[in-house]
């Protein structure tokens, strides 16, 4: 699997909470801190090569308050994917929001029925880790109001992976814009820089 498919699923997990949170008109913090939930939706990952096939199946986040638990299992992907990228357990991973801050402008995109403006115009931040196969990785992320940002880091079996990302509207969109970079382990001198624009 590669480092875009997994970190597509990532973001798609962290932005799919807090939809849920913002839907749920629940952000109240002395109400939120103590609400159960448990949400599951689809996830498609397009394939990076002409001609390459995509990845589908499911995530689920569940937890209650400020923490929660994501997973992620995209069936039959063990069969085309190294063992050391991704097995049938899937990706596993918890995240906490250290804080939530709806604002007027939360409220006024909610009753206009645009979630993607509510949940960008929610100040938050939070922290995630997660684990698929042989990996492993953390990160966080925060939003200060239109400006979501984050920084990441994975280590692979093979390679190690650092970087930070930007995610703003683009008209329908989302766009990311991801700045990292990449090399073997225990050879830093090899590292690559990589810039990359992804639309959601």
């Given at each position: ?53 995509s990845l ?45 801050n709806i604002?007027?402008?939360?409220l006024t ?92």
């Open positions: 699997m590669t480092f875009k498919k997994i970190f597509i699923i990532v973001l798609v997990l962290i932005f799919g909470f807090l939809a849920y949170g913002i839907a749920s008109g629940s952000l109240e913090e002395t109400v939120f801190s103590n609400m159960p939930y448990n949400y599951t939706s689809h996830v498609w990952i397009p394939s990076n090569y002409q001609n390459g096939s589908g199946g499911f995530y689920t986040i569940y937890g209650k308050g400020e923490n929660f638990n994501f997973t992620i299992k995209l069936p039959g992907a063990e069969t085309k994917e190294s063992p050391l990228d991704y097995t049938k357990d899937g990706l596993n991973g918890t995240g906490h929001l250290n804080s939530i604002t007027y402008d939360t995109s909610l009753l206009s029925g645009h979630l993607k403006d509510a949940m960008f115009n929610t100040q938050f931040n939070g922290i995630f880790n997660m684990s698929c196969a042989a990996w492993t990785g953390n990160g966080s992320f925060s939003n200060k109001g239109q400006n979501l940002t984050g920084n990441f880091k994975i280590d692979g079996p093979m390679t190690n992976w650092n970087g930070t990302f930007n995610v703003k509207e683009d008209g329908n969109r989302i766009k990311l814009q991801m700045n990292y970079v990449w090399y073997p382990h225990k050879s830093p001198q090899k590292a690559k820089n990589v810039q990359e624009i992804i639309y959601m």
